[in-house]
């Protein structure tokens, strides 16, 4: 573990259209000490060369391959490689800000935390801000990761000198794989402290799993209950006040 070091792991499947773009938001960060593991998980488009072109320009930036087993699996090995004391997951079509790290591991150092998070943007295909923001609370506990993820996956830092590294849940199939991550650094850490600085851009897309609300609710459903082991009732709570955080937090039309 690398003292200061903030491991960056991004998952990508077939990604070529945005990859760069996200690598690229990496590279402009003012925060220098940084290594970037991107998994190209079985993309079947031009992923891999894009990916190892950036790879060939800078030595922070390290590209692994696997056949296709889901996001959950690729952010394993990316973290089975890592070697930096700070974890971060980026997506490969999300973006950070140039302070994103700067200011989040000094957020981290006035708290005291072992996990932060913060508000971010959502912007369109093309990179467009639709000008909705995800407001994050000032401290999330387990209770309120018991109604729904808090954490924009984006914006989690987390600093593994306090539980080491921490694995995803490759039973989940890459579905509330993150939501359960962060649920067990808020378990462990009993409060993860909520950045009001919009930091970080998700990137909305048409179509897309977590946009696709109706077919994620069974999901969302066995999630509460085998997972977090709610009961029914609670569970069919969750389901309504989930649904309703969804159509007002993406835009019309999106996820």
Partial sequence: MEEGKVSVITPCYNGEKYVGETIQSVLSQTYPNWEMLIVDDGSTDASRRVLEAYAAKDERIRCFYQENRGSAAARNLGLREASGRYIALLDADDLWDPDFLEKQLAFMKEKRAVCVASAYRFIDSSSRDTGKRAAVLKEITKKDMLWMN?????????????????????????????????????????????????????????????????????????????????????????????????????PSGRK
């Fill in 150 to 250: 808090r954490v924009g996956c984006l914006t989690g830092l987390y600093d593994s000198s306090c539980f080491g590294k921490l694995y995803l849940n490759e039973e989940l199939r890459s579905v509330r794989d993150d939501y359960a991550y962060w649920y067990k650094i808020t378990e462990m850490a009993e409060v993860i402290y909520g950045n009001q600085q919009v930091l970080a851009s998700y990137r909305v897309l048409a179509g897309s799993t977590t946009g696709n609300k109706r077919k994620l609710i069974g999901k969302q459903y066995r999630f509460y209950r085998d997972y977090l082991h709610l009961g029914r009732l609670r569970s069919c709570v969750n389901i309504l006040y989930w649904g309703l955080s969804g159509v007002l937090k993406f």
